[in-house]
């Protein structure tokens, strides 16, 4: 189910680009942005950083077209392929470069395609790449069983309280296992819980 957001929709209307589990594609990028806007309030994202997070979160998965394990390489290369109206060069490189770092190894200067960033897009890169691997994580089975999430800072922890109608183990594990890039670029140590939603 696409989400009504305006930097979802910004995102569509730069460009159509297909995924292989469109469902997924939107749950991940919704969960994504309420990650997002909760740490909002306690570190700080440059204006352009949510609709960039929104873009890469539904286009991550893209290249899995061309290649299932290495399918995020194929993601940067095929979101740098088209024109997204609406985004400039730099923010389509960083766009590209937040997908392709939704898994897999961390950002680096040894990577071609994140050197080309400039200085003051590589840490946003980080922090939205971050974000959005734990999203990815938080709809593992691609059902979308997680409802939403609730952050909680406390301890110099971050806490992610899942909200679900079921036990969702496979994500709470999923999520928890990426949390390193988190935890390099936060500076925080990342707890995710699952919080069983009452049915009415």
Not at 99 to 123: D, E, G, N, T, V
Request: with cysteine; glycine share 4%.
């Amino acid at each position: 189910m696409a989400h009504a957001d305006p930097s979802l929709e910004r995102a569509r209307s730069a460009a159509a680009i297909e995924t292989p589990d469109p469902e997924h594609s939107e749950h991940v990028a919704f969960l994504a942005l309420r990650l997002f806007d909760q740490l909002q309030s306690r570190f700080t994202f440059p204006p352009e950083a949510r609709d960039l997070l929104a873009a890469a979160a539904l286009w991550h998965d893209c290249g899995q077209f061309r290649s299932l394990s290495e399918h995020h390489r194929h993601s940067f290369d095929r979101i740098m392929a088209v024109p997204l109206r609406g985004f400039d060069r730099t923010e389509q490189l960083a766009i590209a470069n937040i997908a392709r770092y939704h898994r897999a190894a961390a950002p680096s200067l040894r990577h071609p395609q994140f050197q080309r960033l400039p200085p003051q897009y590589r840490r946003l890169v980080e922090q939205l790449a971050a974000i959005l691997r734990i999203a990815e994580g938080l709809d593992a089975s691609h059902q979308q069983v997680v409802r939403d999430v609730r952050v909680e800072f406390a301890n110099g922890y971050v806490t992610i309280h899942v909200e679900s109608p079921t036990f969702p183990i496979l994500e709470v594990e999923k999520a928890q296992a990426r949390a390193g890039l988190f935890r390099d670029v936060f500076g925080k140590d990342l707890l995710v819980v699952s919080e069983r939603l009452q049915r009415s």
